[in-house]
């Protein structure tokens, strides 16, 4: 039995492969890229039908972040040309959520940017969720604000939060090179706190960012063993103004490799196509959705993304469904546990988070973009031809006057 097929069939039972088995779809070459879509693929249908979940982004603090990761534009000393704000009043902030539910979202993710949140920002994001469970008392609430304090994650659970993002973002041997203001094990720790309180642990990575295969095996292995229910899968937007800027190291079928590698590590996990996959996977987006059941709709932290319409018509020409309110995410079976863990206080491992030290997932963003306009950025080494990307700074939604995209 070759690779794909012990893949498949180790999925097909809900077992997780060898890293050596993971570590050989990352090596597979573009010939046979299809075939590998196509493993995950019954993977994926196996676990979770031909049904896509909706995840809502709200920013609900933008920029003035004093930790230092290299990836984010929300990073201390960016010079990228993001919106900053403090504190969404929660009016404001359930109106943005408003227009991520009509949409089609089950789930609201809402981010502030930090190391972590006082116990202040606490009741703000207290208030915050009270005035969108008012409005829609069945909506998902993901809540991520970086590094926890005790009882910080008790207090969200009992004000309603559902769950807790905090990204891994990569291994455990590399981190150090991303992030210097935290560690890799006080993302651990925070992850571990969130689940003990009964939050669902949501908790992925960010791939491009100069990491060896053997770093994302590392990194998805991890997520797998900490539990994390939702791993959403970020690809790096290389922002002007960070000291990434330059990293442009990935491709549409890089990008699908690395879906189908977390797809077979983790059979029976909500997999997220998160930020980068318009810049990075581009019209090979719909093949995405053949290994993933989650994407955000619309736009992310900082950057814009596809127009909600374009995301809802892409998963309808695909031959894929927008999960409804009332559907399980999770098979049965992992349902269960998450249901136990929640009403039991955790298994006290998981990982979580989706994006900078408070910040839940894409940032998103390059200097000097012109309002509405396409930013071209100069890949190194390609004589200075310029990209087509249309990544562009958020200039609308959360925080502005004109309306989300949504």
């Not at 809540?143 to 291994?171: F, I, M, P, W």
């Not at 989706?354 to 940032?363: A, E, M, N, Q, R």
Request: charged fraction near 25%.
């Amino acid at each position: 039995m070759d690779l794909l097929d012990t893949l498949t069939a180790k999925g097909l039972r809900g077992e997780v492969p060898t890293r050596e088995e993971a570590l050989a779809v990352l090596a597979t070459t573009d010939d046979e890229l299809l075939d590998v879509v196509a493993a995950a693929g019954k993977v994926r249908r196996r676990w979770f039908g031909r049904r896509v979940k909706l995840n809502y982004l709200v920013n609900l603090k933008s920029g003035l972040c004093p930790e230092d990761c290299s990836y984010c534009s929300q990073r201390l000393g960016s010079k990228a040309e993001i919106l900053k704000y403090t504190w969404l009043k929660p009016d404001q902030a359930a109106d943005a959520a408003r227009a991520g539910v009509a949409g089609g979202a089950k789930r609201v993710c809402l981010v502030a940017s930090g190391r972590g949140p006082t116990d202040r920002d606490i009741d703000r994001v207290t208030d915050t969720m009270a005035a969108i469970k008012d409005a829609d008392p069945e909506v998902e609430i993901c809540v991520c604000l970086g590094l926890l304090s005790d009882n910080q994650a008790e207090r969200l659970k009992a004000a309603g939060a559902d769950a807790y993002n905090h990204n891994l973002n990569t291994s455990e041997n590399t981190y150090g090179a991303i992030t210097k203001t935290h560690t890799y094990a006080d993302r651990v720790d925070t992850v571990q706190k969130a689940h003990g309180a009964g939050l669902s642990a949501c908790s992925g990575l960010i791939a491009g960012m100069g990491e060896t295969d053997e770093d994302l095996v590392d990194v998805v292995f991890a997520l797998r063993e900490l539990g994390s229910d939702s791993v959403p899968v970020n690809f790096l937007i290389p922002f002007e103004g960070t000291p990434l800027a330059k990293e442009w190291n990935l491709t549409p079928q890089r990008c699908l490799r690395i879906l189908a590698m977390v797809r077979f590590v983790n059979p029976d996990t909500e997999v997220r196509i998160a930020g980068g996959r318009e810049v990075h996977l581009r019209t090979m987006q719909p093949l995405g959705l053949h290994i993933a059941n989650s994407i955000f709709l619309g736009d992310y932290l900082t950057s814009e993304g596809q127009a909600g319409q374009t995301d809802l018509d892409m998963i309808k020409d695909a031959g894929f469904e927008v999960e409804g309110a009332g559907e399980a995410t999770l098979p049965r079976h992992r349902a269960d546990v998450a249901e136990a863990a929640q009403s039991g206080g955790g298994c006290g491992t998981a990982a979580s988070a989706c994006g900078s030290g408070g910040g839940c997932g894409p940032c998103g963003g390059h200097e000097h973009a012109p309002l509405g306009e396409a930013t071209t950025v100069a890949p190194e080494g390609a004589n200075d031809e310029l990209r087509d990307d249309l990544v562009k700074v958020r200039r609308r939604g959360a925080g502005t006057e004109l309306a989300p995209n949504a």
